[in-house]
Structures are given as C-alpha cells and as structure tokens.
C-alpha cells in the first residue's frame, strides 16, 4: 500500500502497448529509423521533439512505415492542428492500407469536413465508404488536440479519444470490421493542406503493437472540495461500476455518501471538515481489474468568507521603475484558494480577478504584483516565494482605494492616503503603508504607518515591521559590554528597541571623555520590535580603541513624544 501525500498532477497520454513493431516520440531528432518512415520526409521537421509539418506550399504530404496487424492489435498517437479541420484541410490517419501511397484497401480515420459537426470519421480507401463516425463536433474546435488510443480485437475496432483536459479516454467509435486489416501492410499519416496551413500539423508518441494486458492500479489525479462537505477524486482511467466495492477511511473523520462514477469517487464529510486528513481507499478496479489501494493526506482548501482574508501592506507609490504590490493576509485557520478573488480600486473602478488557483496557507502572508522579481529585488526583507504575479489595478499616488471582494461578499477596503506615511520622511517614494494591528478596523488612518527604514521600507510577503509587543512603556536595551575580536562571541552590540510604531531613531556614541565618535543611526525610522548594530567600527573604518563609550539613543515621533537613554558599554577584547 502507497502512502503519498496528495497531490494534483498532469497524467500524458497512458498506453498499455508493448510495441512490438515500433514506437516514435521524435526525441531523436530524425525520421530515417526506429522506425524508418517513408513518404515526402522533407516536408516534415522534428523540433523539440514534436514530429512538425513544414511544407513551403499547399498540397498533400504523407508519411508511412510497415507494420503486421495481428488480433488484439493497438495503435497510439497524439496530435494538435493549429486550426478547425475543412474540406480543404484534413489529416487522414491510415490504420492499414495494402498499399505504401494508400490507393487500395486502406482502413483510415478522417479529419476534416466542411460544417460544425465535423467528428472523426472511420472511412474505407479508395471508395470512401463511411463505416461509422465518432461524436459529433470532436474535432470541429480550433485548435484540436486529442491524443487517440485505437484497438482492434476479435474482429472489432474501437477508438477512444481524450483531450489535454480529460482525465481518461472517451469510446467514439466501436464497429465489426471483420479480418480485413489482418496481416502486412503500411500504417501512415496523410497531411491535405493550403498554404495558410501548410505548417500547422502537429505530432508525437505515435506506437504501434501487439497489446499486452494492463497491470497498471489506477491512478488519483486531483481532489476536488466542493462546499456542504462534499470530496471529488478524479481517477485517471474508467472505474468498473460492476466489480468495484469501494471502501473509504478517513482518520479520524467519519464519511457519508460514498458514490463511484465513471471515473470519480464522491464522498461527504460527517460535520465540519478538518484542515487535514487520512483517507484509505481500497476496492475501486479499473477495467482490467487492477485495484486501487493507496492512503492520501487530504488537505482541503476552502473559500474565503468575510473577516478570512485582510489587507495588510501596499505600495502605491514605487520608486522610478518599481511597481505596484497589495499584501494579503489570512486570519483563518483553514487554508483558503483565492481563486475568484477581485481585487478593485473603487476611486478609478478598475479591477482584475484572480484566475488560477492560489492557495494562502492558515494565518499565510501573500503579495500579489505584476512583477514578482523587481518586488524581491528592490526589498531585502522580501520572501520570493510568497509573491505572486497579478496585473494590479492602477493606484493613484496620491490617495485611492484598494478593495477585495469574492463574489459579491465585500473582504476588506482601505481608502489609503499619502498623508498617512511618517511626515517625519524625506522621502516616501518606494515606502509601503503597513498595517500596525489585525484587530482595529483596515479603514483606520491610524492603523498605518510607513514600514520602516531597517527592513528597506517595505516587507512584501513577510511579516509587517509595524508588528509590535508594544503596550504602554517603550524599551531600550543593549548589553553592557562586546568585544570584536571576531571570535564569534559578542563580536556586536545589538541595540533592542520597541517604540511602537511610527518613532525614528538617533544614536550617538562617544567615548568616556564625552568627545562624539560617531552616529550610527541619524532619524532612522522604525518599526515594532528594532536590532540595530554596532559592529565596532567608527566612521573612518578603523576599529574603535578599547574602552568605554556612552551610547545615547534618542526616540521621537511626529506628535511629539519621545524616549531617550544613555549607557556606559565596554569594548573589550576577549570578555572572560
């Protein structure tokens, strides 16, 4: 038994030939063996291993090599046409033909008829009569993609079809044709093209061979949460209703309306869903009676509700050349998908809406820009892989909105302001307004503050620097003494200030003389909880002497308040 946690993947085309006559995905560049094919060669190219149609005019262009029809026989191929199959523009795919050119006794599948219910199409060469047709509209879209799985078996041929979007393969056609494809002959393509098409025929993995029977399990490729506690496991080949007994466990949650469909197992969960679960399945076959026995972690992801998900930094005003970012906060336990979600700026009615998935784990921190990498770049304090790419909305410098909403439910607003950074700032190009406190109201200007110059004015995808244990009384701390030396012990005195939001910062040290020695910080703007450093050094560069210095920090604010301490600390040398 498989334990894995689970997981979404992309399943290729699955095949159960094993081809004992030939097999082609074109990773080898060339067309002349494994197999040799025949047939206007130069009309084709093979480019990152895709088998492509390059003509220089309109016309017919084929390519065929030999194989042996025996009973119980497969073919396999995939392939894309750039454009919605006519008349004019067709593939012929011959499954058998007497004849190398496919003039006489050629069993072959058509694309390609004028009208929009154009099917594949199962025809006998050279009297094109049709032995039956596949459904309707299969291959009238444009482009069409489909990868084919094609049997013949006791007399009877049968086709399925699946597109890049399907989890298994759909029966199209299955009709009595008899022995007449038993024995040596050509298989091939037939590309009838214009000249606006004579490049837009695609191929790969095309096989051919005796089948051998598939003893491969089922496979899960995706779980699916629907609301009311309802689960969808998509398998990725068809499920025998008749035969399956499926058996559920979830650990340590209790399951209700267990239902099997062609190729889903449905189930509800008894109550409020966990975050995370064990799920046992057993006793689902596939056709073939293999069996399905495998255990998942199953980690749901839930839709975002109001008071899930709050606004939590924005840039508005980038420096030249930087760019917007609006950070995003849960305050949930649950993990929620932001597929679906808007974010909008009301004063300019521009929006745009998330629309892939976009996981934000429990109590996660997310940025959302339209450029992941100049946002990493320009912030050190930056977590790369919680930004993601989102062509924002335009904000206005100045003042503007920024609102979430999922649906018609109304996330969060916040009417920013230039007027809300620190006043005490030069300069407030490229400083993000970060929001001091998850519990008082988003639309309070004193919610925010600029963050603050020791993380480089902003903080996208991490925690927010206005984060404060800061209650009534601000703190400065340091230790009495350091010692340089590079040893690794005490090698800097680290400066521990909470202020609160919104405070700078000045720090002078001198030494026992009271002769000044150097500024190490000159109206830094501050965050909640600092560490600012002094490694020694003095302004020149040098290694201060030996001795006692007074360290004066000095904290102050645009209202006005302000906090200052001064402490006598020893550079040492080594400190015993």
């Given at each position: 038994?498989?334990?894995?946690?689970?997981?979404?993947i992309?399943?290729?085309?699955?095949?159960?030939?094993?081809?004992?006559?030939?097999?082609?995905?074109?990773?080898?560049?060339?067309l002349?063996?494994?197999?040799?094919?025949?047939?206007?060669?130069?009309?084709?190219?093979?480019?990152?291993?895709v088998?492509?149609?390059?003509?220089?005019?309109?016309?017919?262009?084929?390519?065929?090599?030999?194989?042996?029809?025996?009973?119980?026989?497969?073919?396999?191929m995939?392939?894309?046409?750039?454009?919605?199959?006519?008349?004019?523009?067709?593939?012929?795919?011959?499954?058998?033909s007497?004849t190398?050119?496919?003039?006489?006794?050629?069993l072959?599948?058509l694309l390609g008829?004028?009208?929009?219910?154009?099917?594949?199409?199962?025809?006998?060469?050279?009297?094109?009569?049709?032995?039956?047709?596949?459904?309707?509209?299969?291959?009238?879209?444009?482009?069409?993609?489909?990868d084919?799985?094609?049997?013949?078996?006791?007399?009877?041929?049968?086709?399925?079809?699946?597109?890049?979007?399907e989890?298994i393969?759909?029966?199209?056609?299955?009709?009595?044709i008899?022995?007449?494809?038993?024995?040596n002959?050509f298989f091939?393509?037939?590309c009838?093209?214009?000249?606006?098409?004579?490049d837009?025929?695609?191929f790969?993995?095309?096989?051919?061979?005796?089948?051998?029977?598939?003893q491969r399990?089922?496979?899960?490729?995706?779980?699916?949460?629907?609301?009311?506690?309802?689960?969808?496991?998509?398998?990725?080949e068809?499920?025998?209703?008749?035969?399956?007994?499926?058996?559920?466990?979830?650990?340590?949650?209790?399951?209700?309306?267990?239902?099997?469909?062609?190729?889903?197992?449905?189930?509800?969960?008894?109550?409020?869903?966990p975050?995370?679960?064990?799920?046992d399945?057993?006793?689902?076959?596939?056709?073939?009676?293999?069996?399905l026995?495998?255990?998942?972690?199953?980690a749901?992801?839930?839709?975002?509700?109001?008071?899930?998900?709050?606004?939590?930094?924005?840039?508005?005003?980038?420096?030249?050349?930087g760019?917007?970012?609006?950070?995003?906060?849960?305050?949930?336990?649950?993990?929620?998908?932001?597929?679906?979600l808007?974010?909008?700026?009301s004063?300019?009615?521009?929006?745009?809406?998330?629309?892939?998935?976009?996981?934000?784990?429990?109590f996660?921190?997310?940025?959302?820009?339209?450029?992941?990498?100049?946002?990493?770049s320009?912030?050190?304090?930056?977590?790369?892989?919680?930004?993601?790419?989102?062509?924002?909305?335009a904000?206005?410098?100045?003042d503007?909105?920024?609102?979430?909403?999922?649906?018609?439910?109304?996330?969060?607003?916040?009417?920013?302001?230039?007027?809300?950074?620190?006043e005490?700032?030069?300069?407030i190009?490229?400083?993000s307004?970060?929001?001091?406190?998850l519990?008082?109201?988003?639309?309070?200007?004193?919610?925010?503050?600029?963050?603050?110059?020791?993380?480089?004015?902003?903080?996208?995808?991490?925690?927010?620097?206005?984060?404060?244990?800061?209650?009534?009384?601000?703190?400065?701390?340091?230790?009495?003494?350091?010692s340089?030396?590079?040893?690794?012990?005490?090698?800097?005195?680290?400066?521990l200030?909470n202020?609160?939001?919104?405070?700078?910062?000045?720090?002078?040290?001198y030494?026992?003389?009271?002769?000044?020695?150097?500024?190490?910080?000159?109206?830094?703007?501050l965050?909640?909880?600092?560490?600012?450093?002094w490694?020694?050094?003095?302004?020149?560069?040098?290694?201060?002497?030996?001795?006692?210095?007074?360290?004066?920090?000095?904290?102050?604010?645009?209202?006005?308040?302000t906090?200052?301490?001064?402490?006598?600390?020893?550079?040492?040398?080594?400190?015993?």
């Open positions: 038994m498989l334990l894995c946690r689970f997981f979404t992309s399943l290729l085309s699955v095949s159960s030939i094993a081809f004992s006559q030939f097999s082609d995905d074109f990773a080898d560049g060339e002349q063996s494994n197999p040799a094919w025949m047939g206007e060669l130069d009309d084709f190219v093979v480019e990152n291993g088998l492509n149609l390059n003509a220089a005019e309109a016309g017919i262009s084929q390519l065929m090599t030999t194989i042996e029809v025996v009973d119980d026989y497969e073919w396999s995939s392939f894309n046409l750039d454009f919605s199959p006519s008349a004019s523009n067709q593939l012929l795919i011959h499954l058998w007497e190398e050119n496919f003039s006489e006794n050629s072959t599948l008829e004028n009208g929009s219910d154009d099917a594949l199409t199962l025809v006998e060469l050279p009297s094109n009569t049709i032995l039956a047709e596949g459904i309707p509209t299969r291959v009238a879209n444009d482009p069409v993609e489909l084919l799985l094609i049997n013949y078996n006791n007399s009877f041929l049968t086709v399925q079809s699946k597109t890049p979007d989890a393969f759909t029966e199209e056609i299955e009709v009595f008899g022995d007449r494809i038993i024995g002959g091939g393509i037939e009838r093209y214009t000249a606006s098409r004579a837009r025929f695609f790969d993995d095309i096989a051919a061979g005796v089948r051998v029977p598939d399990a089922p496979i899960i490729l995706e779980s699916a949460f629907i609301p009311d506690n309802q689960f969808c496991l998509t398998v990725d068809a499920i025998d209703l008749d035969n399956s007994n499926v058996q559920l466990n979830a650990t340590p949650t209790e399951l209700t309306n267990i239902a099997l469909n062609a190729n889903q197992i449905k189930f509800s969960v008894v109550g409020e869903v975050q995370e679960f064990q799920l399945v057993s006793g689902v076959f596939d056709l073939a009676g293999n069996e026995d495998t255990v998942l972690i199953i749901p992801t839930f839709n975002p509700e109001p008071g899930d998900v709050l606004i939590n930094e924005i840039l508005f005003n980038p420096r030249t050349d760019v917007d970012f609006v950070e995003l906060i849960s305050t949930s336990s649950r993990t929620l998908d932001l597929q679906n808007t974010i909008l700026n004063s300019n009615e521009r929006q745009v809406t998330i629309n892939s998935p976009l996981v934000i784990p429990p996660g921190i997310i940025a959302l820009t339209p450029d992941p990498q100049e946002t990493t320009a912030y050190p304090a930056a977590i790369a892989e919680r930004i993601f790419t989102l062509n924002l909305p904000f206005n410098n100045g503007g909105n920024v609102t979430i909403q999922f649906g018609d439910q109304l996330l969060d607003e916040f009417d920013y302001d230039e007027d809300f950074h620190n005490l700032l030069d300069e190009d490229g400083v307004l970060e929001r001091i406190s519990t008082e109201p988003t639309n309070d200007s004193d919610n925010w503050t600029s963050a603050s110059e020791l993380v480089g004015f902003a903080t996208p995808g991490n925690s927010n620097s206005t984060l404060s244990d800061f209650t009534n009384e601000m703190s400065i701390e340091m230790n009495s003494s350091f340089p030396n590079g040893d690794n012990q005490d090698d800097e005195l680290e400066i200030i202020a609160g939001s919104g405070f700078l910062a000045a720090i002078d040290i030494n026992d003389s009271g002769s000044h020695m150097l500024t190490l910080n000159n109206n830094t703007l965050g909640g909880n600092n560490v600012l450093v490694d020694g050094n003095l302004e020149n560069g040098d290694r201060a002497p030996i001795g006692i210095y007074i360290i004066h920090v000095s904290l102050f604010n645009p209202e006005g308040a906090e200052s301490k001064k402490q006598a600390v020893a550079l040492r040398d080594f400190i015993d």
